[in-house]
Structures are given as structure tokens and as C-alpha cells.
């Protein structure tokens, strides 16, 4: 007996297009999947690049700082100038003309201990440069700025006449730091910039917590510079 072929019910109908419909969501829901894995991937891929960039530019960074530092001269040599008394004046004059390019470091309990000394002590020596210690400096009660012209290194430092170091926020200090700065830039200094305080008390200069006060310091003159 031969079975009429036609168009199919409506339940018939109905169960295909669900089929239909239910694989066209399982296409749609792929693709959306492939699509997202792939933005991914390629947000992935992105932040690889920017991974790798950034070390790269770490490395070269890195590489130039090892640069200057391996074509930069080595630090002059530095010493006090003697303290003051009979002969110290002639024996720093001896001393320093047989040592071309030593650093004098002039401070208050010794034979160069005024900008005045330290003129007469360049006029004596031609062309000797110096470390200046601000805290050294206002112990002898001037103004460090204006030894700076002279200076290879400078180490910063508050104080005030009679006391080479106090600490950065005492009210009795006496250096102007944003003046040193504004200073040294000024002059295009290229020298060493450093941070002292000691504990010496063999030498008169006793300090509880010289770490501590430098670290003070430090952080003083880093927002300095950050504001300049």
C-alpha cells in the first residue's frame, strides 16, 4: 500500500524548526565563543607586546646606566683640610699641590675655614676644587651657596654657626636646601650630590641616629626636586 507523501504536520513541522532553531543557537553561541577566545587571544598577544616592550626599555635603560657609569671618571679623592694650627696652613698648601685634582674639604676647626680662607687657599693652590659639606659651612656661620661654583662634590647636610649638623626640620638650622638645588642647577653641576650626618663624638660630633637624620634629609630634598 502506498503511503501519500506531502508537507509535513504541524508537529512535524514544530520539531524541525526546533532542530533548526536549536542548532542555529548552537552556531551562534560557537561563533560568539570563537569570537571572545579570539579577543582574548589578541589581548593576550597586546599585553605580551607590552610586556616585552616595557623590558626591553627596562634593559636598555639598565644598559645606558651602566654605560655612564663605566665611561665616568672615578670619584676625585677628597680629604679635610687640616685642622688649624701652627704650620697647617703651609703643610694644606704642600699637600695639595703634590695631590693634582684631590679635593680640599674645608671646615670650621680648621686652617681653611671661611670663604676668605678658601680664595686665598685657590690663590695659593690654582685650580684645586672642593667638596663643600653645607653643615660645615654654616658652622662657620656663611652661606654655602657661594663656594659651590668650586665644588666637584657636594655633601648636603643642615646646621647652623657652632653646630655642623642638626636635623632637617630644626628651626635653628640655617641651610636653604632649595637654594642649594636651584644653585647647582644653575651652575650645571655634574659633580657628586650625597647625604651626610656621623656620629663622631671623639671629634665633637656626637649623634644619637645619623641613618635616621640623613634619611630625613633625603626624603626633604627628593620633594624638592620633585616641586622644582
Not at 12 to 40: C, I, L, P, Y
Not at 142 to 156: I, S
Request: proline share 7%; hydrophobic share 45%.
Amino acid at each position: 500500500m502506498m503511503r501519500r507523501m506531502g508537507r509535513p504536520g504541524l508537529v512535524g513541522m514544530a520539531a524541525r524548526t526546533a532542530v533548526v532553531a536549536g542548532t542555529a543557537t548552537a552556531v551562534s553561541g560557537a561563533v560568539a565563543g570563537h569570537q571572545a577566545d579570539k579577543a582574548n587571544q589578541a589581548a593576550q598577544a597586546q599585553a605580551y607586546d607590552a610586556q616585552q616592550q616595557q623590558a626591553a626599555m627596562d634593559a636598555a635603560a639598565a644598559q645606558a646606566v651602566a654605560n655612564a657609569q663605566a665611561a665616568a671618571p672615578p670619584p676625585a679623592p677628597a680629604a679635610p683640610a687640616p685642622a688649624a694650627g701652627p704650620g697647617a696652613w703651609e703643610r694644606a698648601v704642600r699637600w695639595w699641590r703634590a695631590a693634582p685634582g684631590a679635593l680640599l674639604e674645608p671646615w670650621a676647626g680648621s686652617c681653611v675655614n671661611s670663604i676668605a680662607a678658601v680664595e686665598a687657599f685657590r690663590a695659593e693652590v690654582p685650580g684645586v676644587r672642593l667638596l663643600v659639606d653645607t653643615g660645615h659651612v654654616a658652622d662657620w656661620g656663611e652661606d654655602p651657596g657661594a663656594l659651590l661654583p668650586f665644588a666637584d662634590h657636594v655633601q648636603l647636610r643642615q646646621g647652623c654657626r657652632g653646630r655642623t649638623q642638626v636635623h632637617v626640620d630644626d628651626p635653628a638650622g640655617t641651610v636653604d636646601f632649595a637654594a642649594v638645588l636651584a644653585r647647582l642647577d644653575e651652575l650645571g653641576y655634574r659633580g657628586s650630590l650625597s647625604v651626610e650626618y656621623f656620629d663622631l663624638p671623639e671629634h665633637g660630633w656626637p649623634l644619637a641616629d645619623p641613618r635616621g637624620w640623613a634619611r630625613d634629609l633625603r626624603g626633604t630634598v627628593l620633594a624638592l626636586q620633585t616641586h622644582s
